[in-house]
């Protein structure tokens, strides 16, 4: 495997704090959400960083390429045009899943992929029709979980290794999330940081969350705990990275705090000499549990893009995953029965947290409703009443839009000005007439029979 591009220390580009960003000292880079920028019109604050030199990689959230369909050719082609729009070296994603086609759901968060063969399997063939469709190098993101999958057969570190032997995909290791499911599933990160192929890394994150009854959130919205900062000094002992970067996406800090956080990090990398990479001295065989790194499999013969035989070969894997996954989601966002033996506490959190979150980022999409509504309080009753039995299949700006017309079709809010104002704002969005007060009762009689 080629060696990878010198990153450096970086930051995650938002616009909230696109002007602090650029007096950053010495900020080496930045990576940007790929879905939120538009490659014939990127912000002005980019494009002055490009300018200046600065590298800027985009960081895919929606492919979902551990779920059980394959990669939607269109994201896929989204992505590769950004990565030339800003002359990106290479893309990263995530190892989750987002969605699922039967029934249509969406998640609105990464979710975790089963460890299991099945779902190795589909996830490799996934990579290399990624692979083959971007102009760039992919590398892909372990991600925070909640909860974990019954039945795994799988480790962390022999699932992230065996998909770089399969694939030849590089890695980015988030170690906020190692720290994360160490609290959540009881994974140990220096055996995760131990097992993988740390020759494969692209890039690591560093990032902030918070603990709330025993559960760790991973809210990338508060400082970077000394515990996070301990985890990367691990990985650096093992390997040298090529890059790291700072990932804040809420409550941003004044910025100086955000200059100190960077500083720190830094620190971090650059103390000292790094030791030999791990690959380069564990025993090449052996079995045992994670944190012993296990004998490399032979690369699998594949041909470019799966070819038919293989595709055929994996269609019965898929449709395995796609079960499961669709169970699991419909308990999450349509309040189905929790599948046998998942952790139902932990699920409920989930389901809570997804709300929550949609709630959330409607409310940045659409500030006007809350503001229609009378305050933060009062939307974030209503909409959670409205979310709850009525998942989001077809993302949050038509969720915005079914949102608002699910409060008219009940006459809401009780206030008419409010109500006109709501009335205009969604009938500028929709671009068609809101449904008649007939058609309004004719909803609200059948949505309280169902």
Request: charged share 25%; aromatic share 4%.
């Amino acid at each position: 495997m080629k060696p990878m591009a010198h990153l450096g220390v970086g930051i995650g580009w938002r616009p909230e704090i696109a002007d602090a960003v650029e007096r950053l000292p010495g900020l080496d880079w930045v990576e940007v959400v790929a879905e939120n920028i538009c490659p014939g019109h990127l912000p002005e604050a980019l494009l002055r960083l490009r300018e200046r030199g600065t590298r800027v990689v985009p960081h895919g959230v929606s492919l979902g390429l551990g779920g059980a369909d394959r990669p939607d050719p269109a994201k896929l082609a989204a992505l590769g045009e950004r990565a030339v729009a800003l002359g990106a070296p290479l893309v990263t994603e995530h190892i989750a899943f987002v969605r699922t086609s039967s029934p249509a759901l969406e998640a609105g968060h990464l979710l975790p992929v089963p460890r299991t063969r099945d779902a190795l399997d589909v996830l490799c063939e996934n990579v290399r029709i990624a692979q083959d469709a971007l102009p760039v190098p992919l590398a892909l993101e372990n991600i925070a979980a909640l909860f974990s999958w019954p039945g795994e057969e799988l480790t962390e570190g022999r699932f992230l290794t065996e998909l770089v032997e399969r694939t030849g995909v590089r890695l980015l290791v988030d170690v906020a999330n190692l720290h994360t499911n160490r609290v959540n599933r009881g994974e140990d990160p220096a055996a995760v940081l131990d097992a993988i192929p740390l020759e494969a890394l692209a890039y690591v994150h560093v990032a902030g969350g918070v603990e709330r009854g025993g559960v760790w959130h991973d809210t990338h919205a508060h400082p970077v705990p000394p515990v996070v900062l301990d985890l990367l000094a691990a990985l650096r002992s093992r390997v040298d990275p090529p890059g790291v970067l700072l990932e804040r996406d809420d409550d941003f800090p004044p910025e100086e705090e955000l200059a100190g956080e960077l500083a720190a990090i830094r620190a971090v990398v650059t103390a000292g000499p790094a030791a030999q990479a791990r690959a380069q001295t564990a025993p090449e065989t052996g079995a045992g549990p994670e944190g012993v790194r296990e004998g490399a499999a032979e690369p699998e013969s594949v041909p470019e893009g799966g070819g038919p035989g293989v595709r055929a070969a994996v269609e019965p894997a898929r449709t395995r995953v796609a079960l499961g996954q669709a169970a699991l989601l419909s308990a999450l966002v349509a309040g189905t029965p929790v599948p046998e033996g998942f952790d139902r506490g932990r699920i409920r959190v989930q389901a809570r947290a997804l709300a929550a979150k949609r709630a959330d980022v409607v409310a940045r999409l659409a500030p006007e409703l809350p503001e229609i509504l009378g305050g933060r309080d009062p939307y974030r009753e209503a909409f959670l009443a409205y979310a709850k039995g009525r998942p989001m299949t077809a993302g949050y700006r038509r969720d915005a839009l079914d949102f608002a017309e699910h409060l008219l079709i009940r006459d809401l809010p009780a206030d008419p000005a409010a109500r006109r104002r709501l009335t205009a704002w969604w009938r500028e969005r929709a671009g068609v007439r809101p449904p008649r007060r007939a058609v309004r009762w004719a909803r609200a009689l059948a949505g309280r029979a169902a």
